[in-house]
C-alpha cells in the first residue's frame, strides 16, 4: 500500500519480476493543472491494482491527472476514532477554565493550523459582526503558524485589536487535548478555502457539535447542508456569520444537527467500518 505516490519510482523497479504482488495506492490530496500522462508515468502508475480516493470530489480532479483509468478507483473516506472523539468529553470547568465560558456562554470554534488558506480571518470578520448581536459568545482559534512560514498569528491578533474583539477572540496555540476541546465547544466552523477531505469535520461531528464549512472540496461530501451542518461559500465571512447566526439564535436546530452529525459518524466514519472497506479490497 503506497501513501506517498511520489514513491512509485522507488517502488517500481523494485517490484521487477515479482508480479504476484498487489499494489493499493492512496491518494490524500488535490492535483491540479498537473498532468501525468507520459510513459513514464504510465509504466510507474500501471502496477497499482486500485486507487483509493477520499470522496468523489478529490476522485473527480484526479482523473484528469493521473494515468489511472476510473475502473481503478475506490473511493474510502478517512475515519474518525468515536470513543476518543465523543460528546461524554464535555466538561463545565475545562469551558471556563480554557474558554472562559460561563454556563450560559456558547462557545465557538476553529481548530486547525493558522494559515490565510485555513480562512481564520474571515472567521474573526464573522466574529465580529456577530458580537454586536449577541451577548455571551466566545470564538476560540486553536492551532500554531504553518511551520516556516511566520506572521499570519500576528495579522490575526492585529485585526482582532482593531476589531474591538480582544475580550471575545482567544487563541490557544497547539494544543493536545483536542478530543476534550472539541466536545467543550458549541458550534464548530472549518472556513478553508479548500481541503481535500477535512478530518476535524469528523472530529467535531463524533464529538456532538453543530458544524458549518466551506463549500469548497472534500467537505461538500461530508457535510449535509441544511441536515447535519451548513456549507457555506470560502472567503466569506457574511456567509459564515449568517450560518453561526442560525445556530446562535435557535438553540434546539444546533442541537437536532448535532445529533445527527454523531449518528451520521458512527454509521459512515468510524474506524472499524472504514477499515472493513479497505480490507474488502485485498
Known amino acids: 500500500m503506497v501513501h506517498q505516490l511520489r514513491n512509485l519510482w522507488i517502488l517500481r523497479p523494485a517490484l ?10 492512496f491518494a490524500r490530496m488535490f492535483l491540479k493543472n498537473i498532468r501525468k500522462t507520459g510513459w513514464i ?6 502496477r497499482i491494482e486500485k486507487m483509493i ?9 484526479l482523473l484528469p491527472c493521473l494515468p489511472v483509468p476510473e475502473s481503478r478507483y475506490v473511493v474510502v473516506p478517512n475515519g474518525v476514532d468515536l470513543e476518543r472523539f465523543h460528546p461524554k468529553h464535555r466538561d463545565a470547568t475545562f469551558r471556563k477554565a480554557e474558554f472562559g465560558a460561563e454556563e450560559d456562554t456558547r462557545v465557538v470554534g476553529v481548530v486547525g493550523r493558522l494559515d490565510p488558506q485555513k480562512g481564520q480571518l474571515e472567521f474573526v470578520e464573522a466574529a465580529a ?24 498569528e500576528l495579522k490575526l491578533q492585529q485585526r482582532v485589536r482593531e476589531l474591538g474583539l480582544d475580550n471575545v477572540v482567544k487563541f490557544l496555540g497547539h494544543r493536545n487535548d483536542i478530543p476534550k476541546i472539541m466536545a467543550s465547544l458549541d458550534i464548530f466552523v472549518m472556513p478553508s478555502y479548500e481541503e481535500a477531505f477535512g478530518n476535524v469535520i469528523l472530529e467535531a461531528m463524533a ?6 464549512a466551506t463549500n469548497a472540496g472534500g467537505p461538500r461530501d461530508i457535510v449535509s447542508s441544511g441536515d447535519w451542518g451548513y456549507l457555506v461559500a470560502p472567503r466569506s465571512s457574511q456567509e459564515l456569520a449568517q450560518a453561526i447566526r ?9 442541537c437536532a444537527h448535532a445529533r445527527m452529525a454523531r449518528e451520521v459518524v458512527e454509521k459512515k466514519y468510524g474506524l472499524p467500518h472504514v477499515m472493513s472497506q479497505i480490507e474488502a479490497l485485498i
Do not use: C, D
Request: hydrophobic letters at 35%; zero cysteines; glycine letters at 12%.
Open 41 to 46: 508515468y504510465r509504466h510507474l502508475y500501471g
Open 207 to 212: 464529538s456532538g457539535q453543530a458544524v458549518i
Open 129 to 152: 459582526e456577530l458580537s454586536r448581536e449577541f451577548e455571551n459568545v466566545r470564538f476560540i482559534l486553536v492551532g500554531e503558524e504553518t511551520t516556516g512560514e511566520p506572521g499570519y
Open 16 to 25: 521487477w519480476g515479482l508480479g504476484h504482488i498487489r499494489v493499493f495506492g
Open 246 to 254: 442560525n445556530y446562535l439564535s435557535n438553540s434546539k436546530l444546533a
Open 53 to 61: 480516493a477520499l470522496n468523489p470530489t478529490q476522485m473527480r480532479s
